[in-house]
């Protein structure tokens, strides 16, 4: 059972630079999503997707793009890092959309520092 | 908007002690709360949820929460804790908007169980 997988496990930057953080799914959810989680504010939402070709924003989206083209993969884009991005990332995912009888499945999350 | 504050940062609590982490939310509509729980290094897991029905939820490893909506509270407790209970917790409500559900966190509680 692998769940929700997040590639890679840890990450420096340099400012400026570009990268993409990989989640995947092999349980046939719909609902995908990405969270950043700083000291003290816990889990804010970037952006969701409910299913395969549609993406919304979440609360802090400025700074990441994303897609969806298939239901499996929710990639997370930075494409021009900051130390503000300093963050631990994590992609969750629920059969449903977020909060109803579904629960959200997480990864363990990428650890990204931006120097 | 609806939000979601832990009143407790953080929690030390001694091995076989009652413990009570508390949780309240805005909103003005009916919600859906939820409680997970992050070990260390690791993504969060579902703890419980109340969607509707009997306003004591009882979740796994013996944890329980209590919807209270006049107090618009939703505290999460242990009536005696282990060492394996030391992690962050996350309450969190359900939010409709723009079509779908999406979950907004609090900034969650550190529990520390000493021996």
């Known amino acids: 059972n692998a769940g929700v997988t997040q590639t890679p496990k840890f990450q420096v930057l340099k400012t400026g630079q570009s990268m993409t953080l990989q989640c995947a799914q092999d349980m046939n959810h719909e609902y995908m999503s990405w969270y950043r989680q700083d000291p003290g504010m816990g889990l804010r939402l970037i952006h969701y997707s409910v299913g395969a070709g549609i993406t919304d924003q979440g609360e802090v989206p400025n700074g990441y793009n994303v897609s969806r083209s298939t239901t499996e993969d929710f990639p997370l884009r930075l494409l021009s890092a900051a130390p503000s991005q300093t963050s631990v990332y994590f992609c969750?995912?629920?059969?449903?959309?977020?909060?109803?009888?579904?629960?959200?499945?997480f990864g363990n999350g990428t650890r990204l520092t931006v120097t | 908007a609806q939000s979601v504050t832990q009143l407790d940062s953080q929690v030390p609590v001694f091995e076989e002690a009652p413990v009570e982490l508390r949780c309240n939310y805005s909103s003005s509509v009916s919600v859906y709360l939820f409680w997970y729980v992050q070990y260390p290094n690791q993504g969060l897991q579902l703890l419980l949820k109340y969607l509707s029905g009997s306003t004591l939820v009882k979740g796994i490893n013996g944890f329980e929460a209590e919807f209270n909506k006049s107090q618009t509270s939703f505290h999460l407790r242990k009536p005696s804790v282990h060492i394996s209970d030391t992690a962050e917790y996350f309450c969190?409500?359900?939010?409709?908007?723009?079509?779908?559900?999406?979950?907004?966190f609090g900034a969650g509680t550190r529990l520390a169980v000493h021996p």
């Open positions: 969750a995912s629920s059969y449903g959309s977020a909060g109803g009888n579904s629960p959200l499945h």
């Open positions: 969190a409500v359900s939010v409709w908007s723009g079509g779908y559900n999406k979950l907004i």
